[in-house]
Antibody, heavy 122, light 110 residues
Framework: EVQLVESGGGLVQPGGSLRLSCAAS????????MSWVRQAPGKGLEWVAA????????YYADSVKGRFTVSRDSSKNTLWLQMNSLRAEDTAIYYC???????????????WGEGTLVTVSS | QSALTQPASVSGSPGQSITISCTGT?????????VSWYQQHPGKAPKLMIY???KRPSGVSNRFSGSKSGNTASLTISGLQAEDEADYYC??????????FGGGTKLTVL
């Protein structure tokens, strides 16, 4: 059974940093691309970042480019999202999601975690 | 990376069929066959319902179907049931290994 469990969310001041983690199990982690998707309170889904199965390719939404970094360690079956220079508008639930593609960096997200809440406020 | 356009809400009675549209551009929906749809119940994580425009993951009811014409994709739910009431999001590959979501549509089963 595929399981994705996010952690690391919390309250952070504007300009601060936070590192989210996603522990994956139940599939061959190194074979699939992974994405982070966020959802601001009461709002829709926003794709944030993706990383290829090998980790050699990383891709970002314009809204986070230069501030967020996605990475993975296949020996630990773990995905991370390093978030720097955080702004109030980054406040959201952050979901980790497995992509069904083994080829591209992103295509469609077939398994999702339950999410972790990040609140950026002073 | 502009969001895809969906109607804010749709409604239907049990047993009826409804269709949710999702409009993009030639840089996303119109340029690729990688449109997906997600169902999200309140307080829950999204669930993949349709991928690659028309394909259903294992376990998803065949009452859900997808299609695409030009820059517009559509999700049709036939034989509406109370448990279909949820938010629905379209998503498209937008090139360079990026994805773009629609704004979401709230489905109400009357």
């Amino acid at each position: 059974e595929v399981q994705l469990v996010e952690s690391g969310g919390g309250l952070v001041q504007p300009g601060g940093s936070l590192r989210l983690s996603c522990a994956a199990s139940g599939f061959t982690f190194s074979s699939y691309a992974m994405s982070w998707v966020r959802q601001a309170p009461g709002k829709g889904l926003e794709w944030v970042a993706a990383i290829s199965g090998s980790g050699g390719g990383t891709y970002y939404a314009d809204s986070v480019k230069g501030r967020f970094t996605v990475s993975r360690d296949s020996s630990k079956n773990t995905l991370w999202l390093q978030m720097n220079s955080l702004r109030a508008e980054d406040t959201a639930i952050y979901y980790c999601a497995k992509d069904l593609t083994m080829v591209r960096g992103a295509q469609a997200l077939d398994y999702w975690g339950e999410g972790t809440l990040v609140t950026v406020s002073s | 990376q502009s969001a895809l356009t969906q109607p804010a809400s749709v409604s239907g009675s049990p047993g009826q069929s409804i269709t949710i549209s999702c409009t993009g551009t030639s840089s996303d929906i119109g340029g690729y066959t990688y449109v997906s749809w997600y169902q999200q119940h309140p307080g829950k994580a999204p669930k993949l319902m349709i991928y690659d425009v028309t394909k259903r993951p294992s376990g998803v009811s065949n009452r859900f179907s997808g299609s695409k014409s030009g820059n517009t994709a559509s999700l049709t739910i036939s034989g509406l049931q109370a448990e279909d009431e949820a938010d629905y999001y379209c998503c498209s590959y937008a090139g360079s290994s990026t994805l773009v979501f629609g704004g979401g549509t709230k489905l109400t089963v009357l």
